[in-house]
C-alpha cells in the first residue's frame, strides 16, 4: 500500500497531488511542507490553500 495526498484551495479545487509515500505520516509532512512552500511564495497571485488531504492507494510505495 501507498499513500498519497492532494493540497486543495479554499475553494476545493486541487492545487498539487503526489504520491508513493510508505507511510500516511510521510505523506503528511510532504504536504504539509508542499503547502508551506506555496503560502510563502513571493509572487502577486499566490496559492491560497485551504486544506490537506491524505489517502491510501493499492499500489506499492515508491518513496522509502
Do not use: C, H, W
Amino acid at each position: 500500500m501507498s499513500f498519497f495526498y492532494e493540497i486543495r484551495s479554499a475553494d476545493n479545487t486541487i492545487l498539487k497531488r503526489d504520491g508513493g509515500f510508505a507511510s500516511q505520516d510521510a505523506a503528511k509532512i510532504a504536504a504539509r511542507d508542499d503547502a508551506k512552500k506555496m503560502k510563502n511564495t513571493s509572487k502577486p497571485n499566490r496559492l491560497d490553500v485551504g486544506r490537506i488531504l491524505v489517502g491510501q492507494n493499492k499500489e506499492e510505495a515508491t518513496r522509502y
